[in-house]
């Protein structure tokens, strides 16, 4: 699947450590979301796009999979793409 993140939000969890939510605008139209927690072993597959996305760039990934009705897989494998 492919989505644009339109947002990250990073917030502290119960235990005080740090992670994000990412927030996509699939290329269906769609809104989707997911987590990723820096002391989780997929947080390197994320850690780029959301510094990209932070600097204002603009950041579509392919390579997504979803769970659920609007979540996608923390584990799956983004690749940045052209829009």
Not at 45 to 53: N, S, T, V
Not at 59 to 73: A, C, P, R, S
């Amino acid at each position: 699947m492919r989505a644009k993140i339109i947002k990250v939000h990073e917030q502290k969890s119960w235990l005080g450590q740090s992670f994000f939510y990412i927030f996509f605008k699939g290329a269906d139209g769609r809104s989707y979301r997911t987590c990723a927690y820096p002391q989780f072993g997929n947080y390197p597959r994320w850690q780029k796009f959301i510094e990209l996305h932070r600097t204002g760039r603009e950041v579509w990934l392919d390579g997504l999979n979803t769970k659920g009705k609007n979540l996608i897989d923390a584990d799956s494998y983004p690749q940045e793409v052209k829009p």
